[in-house]
T-cell receptor, first 119, second 111 residues
Framework: EPEVTQTPSHQVTQMGQEVILRCVPI?????FYWYRQILGQKVEFLVS????????KSEIFDDQFSVERPDGSNFTLKIRSTKLEDSAMYFC?????????????????FGPGTRLTVL | TQLLEQSPQFLSIQEGENLTVYCNSS?????LQWYRQEPGEGPVLLVT?????EVKKLKRLTFQFGDARKDSSLHITAAQPGDTGLYLC???????????FGAGTQVVVTP
């Protein structure tokens, strides 16, 4: 069964360093998302991406964050200068886009996550 | 912000018992998803409900969407230790946008 994959599974970095988290969405999906979950807290939306541009972003997604779809398969989240409070699990999600007026119920499929630890 | 409140936060039951988890909001959602999450892993989609009053069954799990599409419930019949996990509800206001997650209900089923 197709699934969303993410690499690395765990990333440890020093405060102020740049990190890139990578995701390979399900192959026929066209909507992509990043969420994060700080330990013990809710899953929070960061950004959505469609047709090679950001369609929505949260207040968390400030100028330190960026997303990119560098090729036909990868979807990346970059944090330019990490802070201690960026430590969290980061989840990539994707969903299919249906054409021709077909109904789509916003079923988002999540990857296994990348645990980011900022020291 | 559309808030989703889940209750209870924690539920511990014996194998064979039934349980119900609730997800409530003051806002209307176009669809509501239920996920299950294991420690250190991503949420796994269980079901999506979209129509007010809709009931969906997944083996021993029964999901219901409220008539007004503001609330939902998950009922597990004859719970088994394998049902142990964090159950999350998540709602979307449209068919393409972000999901708003509840805080989750931790279910523990002991043999």
């Amino acid at each position: 069964e197709p699934e969303v994959t993410q690499t690395p599974s765990h990333q440890v970095t020093q405060m102020g360093q740049e990190v890139i988290l990578r995701c390979v969405p399900i192959s026929n999906h066209l909507y992509f998302y990043w969420y994060r979950q700080i330990l013990g807290q809710k899953v929070e939306f960061l950004v959505s991406f469609y047709n090679n541009e950001i369609s929505e972003k949260s207040e968390i997604f400030d100028d330190q964050f960026s997303v990119e779809r560098p090729d036909g398969s990868n979807f990346t989240l970059k944090i330019r200068s990490t802070k201690l409070e960026d430590s969290a699990m980061y989840f990539c999600a994707s969903r299919i886009a249906l054409a021709g007026g077909a109904i789509s119920y916003n079923e988002q499929f999540f990857g296994p996550g990348t645990r980011l630890t900022v020291l | 912000t559309q808030l989703l409140e889940q209750s209870p936060q924690f539920l511990s039951i014996q194998e064979g018992e039934n349980l119900t988890v609730y997800c409530n909001s003051s806002s209307v959602f176009s669809s509501l998803q239920w996920y299950r999450q294991e420690p250190g892993e991503g949420p796994v989609l269980l079901v999506t409900v979209v129509t007010g009053g809709e009931v969906k069954k997944l083996k021993r799990l029964t999901f219901q969407f409220g008539d007004a599409r503001k609330d939902s419930s998950l009922h597990i019949t004859a719970a088994q230790p394998g049902d142990t996990g964090l159950y999350l509800c998540a709602g979307g206001r449209d068919s393409w946008g972000k999901l708003q997650f509840g805080a989750g209900t931790q279910v523990v089923v002991t043999p």
